[in-house]
């Protein structure tokens, strides 16, 4: 599994430094505290991610509207528009992140 750290964010950068780790080359100790915590928050993260996806107009050219595998896949992916309401909604998008960190985060996903 890989995660995601995010390094203190100076001002004069428009795009903070993102560096990637493997969470099993950490210690042990640390991994189980991150499983533990996401396991916990597994029904939040759920639905959270319920709750906002599909709340927005996605590119309808890249569903098959005879196939249901292909609308089903639509309502498991979040659009970038999603994850920045969703950011907004919890007041953590001027604060925390830009949108600009969001956008990077998600090309470097994929």
Request: charged residues 35%; hydrophobic residues 40%; aromatic residues 8%.
């Amino acid at each position: 599994m890989v995660a995601l750290g995010v390094e203190p964010v100076r001002r004069s950068d428009k795009v903070s430094r993102i560096r990637w780790f493997e969470i099993e080359d950490e210690e042990e100790r640390e991994v189980e505290a991150i499983h533990e915590v996401m396991k916990r928050f597994q029904k939040l993260w759920r639905n959270l991610f319920q709750k906002y996806s599909n709340t927005m107009a996605k590119n309808r050219g890249l569903v098959d509207k005879g196939n249901f595998d292909s609308i089903k896949n639509l309502a498991e992916v979040i659009s970038v528009g999603e994850i920045t309401k969703l950011l907004k909604d919890h007041d953590t998008l001027p604060k925390i992140v830009s949108k600009e960190e969001i956008a990077y985060l998600i090309k470097i996903i994929g």
